[in-house]
């Protein structure tokens, strides 16, 4: 069964200073990954995606991923963090089979921004 | 074009009773997706519905069913709850055409409180 490890439970940043979020995943096939963020009481927004192609990815709002298979990785980077950035980040894989996935979500890093 | 809508945003019940949570997905899909974000359990996967019939389950007792319309809204209902089904309880949708490749849309969630 695939699994998703986010190894930061919480990460704290200056606005203005670079962000990297680590997400390794575990899954037998080609992932379908993905990076959603959620702000206090809210939903999920999807950041990014990859399916297959570019190793690096980029998503909205300024965040970009890079798939590494050799590390099992995919982590979410912003070169210039905002004091809205603040939210929870969780890291998924889509299991690939059949029509449509469900997805398998990491326990996410919540990221606090310091002014 | 609207997103995932679920109501209502808040539902308290007491133990015993039953839950009903609605999820309208976005228009043209056809999959519709729920999870359980339960407190130091993270996002857990419970149900997915494409085109009227139940495709996948994730580990959770059968008192957690639900269904799909022909218009594809969808339904999640909790029979004789317990203290822990208390969990933000959030929809997404997909259009079904991509297979593994869908992404998943949420909605804001429906956040259910068990007294």
């Known amino acids: 069964a695939q699994s998703v490890t986010q190894p930061d439970i919480h990460i704290t940043v200056s606005e203005g200073a670079s962000l990297e979020l680590r997400c390794n995943y575990s899954y037998g096939a080609t992932p379908y990954l993905f990076w959603y963020v959620q702000s206090p009481g809210q939903g999920l927004q999807l950041l990014l995606k990859y399916f297959s192609g570019d190793t690096l990815v980029q998503g909205i709002k300024g965040f970009e991923a890079e798939f590494k298979r050799s590390q099992s990785s995919f982590n979410l980077r912003k070169p210039s963090v905002h004091w809205s950035d603040a939210a929870e980040y969780f890291c998924a894989v889509g299991e690939g089979t059949g029509t449509a996935s469900k997805l398998t979500f990491g326990t996410g890093t919540r990221l606090q921004v310091t002014l | 074009e609207a997103g995932v809508t679920q109501s209502p945003t808040h539902l308290i019940k007491t133990r015993g009773q039953q839950a009903t949570l609605r999820c309208s997905p976005i228009s043209g899909h056809t999959s519709v997706y729920w999870y359980q974000q339960a407190l130091g359990l993270g996002l857990q996967f419970l149900l997915w519905y494409d085109e009227g019939e139940e495709r996948n389950r994730g580990n959770f007792p059968p008192r957690f069913s639900g269904r799909q319309f022909p218009n594809y809204s969808s339904e999640l209902n909790v029979n004789a709850l317990e203290l822990e089904d208390s969990a933000l309880y959030l929809c997404?949708?997909?259009?079904?055409?991509?297979?593994?490749?869908?992404?998943?849309?949420f909605g804001p969630g429906t956040r259910l409180t068990v007294l």
């Open positions: 997404a949708s997909s259009s079904g055409t991509s297979g593994s490749t869908d992404t998943q849309y």
